[in-house]
């Protein structure tokens, strides 16, 4: 298995972000970095019956079962079971701990503070619990996602 880890220990400056970013389909998205604990380029996911619809199944990483995300599922795009790369972005959260599926990598980038849109108002937006805020890139717009929110569990979701 090889993997990426990432020192979550350096202090983050206020007035930016540090993002790993990562392409779901034709869109940019990005994780804060501090939530990131490594990216898993060869992996075995164990199917795990009557689960959500959303969830591969679960892989050992390194003792520790983790459960896995489908992010094109998570957001409810068509999946057509083709994988790029094949990456897993492992994430925590102040709970738990899961993989997302994700289609390919990009890069870890520096947002500053005030590239940084709070999210858009959607009402009624099936996805929209999911983004944290927009950042703006020079050549592209990364849609931040909110770590706590992708992890918590559909009962648990308060759909505004």
Do not use: W
Request: aromatic letters at 6%; a negative charge; one cysteine or more.
């Amino acid at each position: 298995m090889e993997t990426t880890v990432f020192d979550n220990q350096k202090k983050q400056s206020r007035e930016s972000v540090q993002t790993v970013t990562f392409f779901i389909g034709p869109e940019l998205y990005g994780i804060d970095i501090r939530n990131v604990l490594e990216i898993i380029k060869h992996y075995d996911i164990t199917p795990v019956p009557n689960c959500a619809e959303y969830i591969e199944g679960v892989t050992n990483l390194r003792g520790r079962i983790v459960p896995i995300i489908n992010m094109k599922k998570r957001f409810f795009l068509e999946d057509d079971g083709q994988r790029k790369e094949g990456l897993i972005i492992v994430v925590e959260s102040s709970d738990s701990t899961a993989g997302l599926i994700v289609d390919s990598l990009s890069k870890v980038v520096d947002i500053p503070g005030e590239m940084i849109e709070p999210k858009p108002d959607i009402k009624n937006g099936k996805n929209s619990r999911f983004i944290e805020g927009l950042g703006n890139l020079k050549d592209k717009t990364v849609i931040i996602l909110n770590c706590e929110e992708l992890l918590r569990p559909e009962t648990e979701r308060n759909y505004q």
